[in-house]
């Protein structure tokens, strides 16, 4: 069965570094989101991106945070300048349309320093 | 999109159904009802989605009520994988998925 792939699986950072977290989604797929869960806490939205454009995002993506679809395959989060709570587990996820299930990777564990 | 409500916390033994019941009073007439699962950190896993009919797939059932303002998960065997959060989530035919806190399922073997 296809899935969203996710790269690193872990990422430990500096403060104040940059960060770019890779995601494979489903080839077919046309939305793309991201998602992020600090630890013990709930799962929330941060963006979606539809036709290579930002289609919603939530308060938390702010001016440190953009997204890209660099080619037909990779769907990227940039973090520019990372902070201590910018630790979180990252989920990307796709959909075929807007409206059908969002499908999830595994996560990548962003760890700042 | 429409507030749900869960348990916080529910045990099945092996083999059994579990059922995991979830309140959406305030639901409108376009949302959908969606579950997904959360195994440990791994990513949520979607289970199923459901307008106002039931609906089922190899992994579970939806029953949703006939006013709509509640429905339940069935798991009809339910095995120590099957552990993790369930969350069920209201949402419009498009957009973010609003995840809440979810029902912790353990499965006792």
């Known amino acids: 069965e296809p899935e969203v792939t996710q790269t690193p699986s872990h990422q430990v950072t500096q403060m104040g570094q940059e960060v770019i977290l890779r995601c494979v989604p489903i080839?077919?797929?046309?939305?793309f989101y991201w998602y992020r869960q600090i630890l013990g806490q709930k799962v929330e939205f941060l963006v979606s991106f539809y036709n290579n454009e930002i289609s919603e995002k939530s308060e938390i993506f702010d001016d440190q945070f953009s997204v890209e679809r660099p080619d037909g395959s990779n769907f990227t989060l940039k973090i520019r300048s990372t902070k201590l709570e910018d630790s979180a587990m990252y989920f990307c996820?796709?959909?075929?349309?807007?409206?059908?299930?969002?499908?999830f990777g595994d996560g990548t564990r962003l760890s700042i320093l | 999109d429409a507030k749900t409500t869960q348990p916080t916390s529910m045990d099945c033994a092996e083999g059994r159904a579990a059922n995991l019941p979830c309140n959406h009073s305030?639901?409108?007439?376009?949302?959908?009802v969606y579950w997904y699962r959360q195994i440990h950190s791994q990513g949520p896993q979607y289970i199923i989605h459901g307008l106002k009919n039931n609906e089922t797939n190899e992994m579970a059932s939806l029953i949703i009520t006939e006013d709509r303002k509640s429905s339940t998960l069935i798991l009809p065997h339910a095995t120590l994988r099957d552990t993790a959060v369930y969350y069920c989530?209201?949402?419009?035919?498009?957009?973010?998925?609003?995840f809440g806190s979810g029902t912790q399922l353990t499965v006792l073997p």
């Open positions: 080839s077919n797929h046309l939305y």
């Open positions: 996820a796709s959909s075929r349309q807007g409206g059908q299930p969002q499908h």
């Open positions: 989530i209201v949402r419009a035919s498009g957009g973010q998925l609003t």
């Open positions: 305030t639901i409108s007439g376009n949302e959908y």
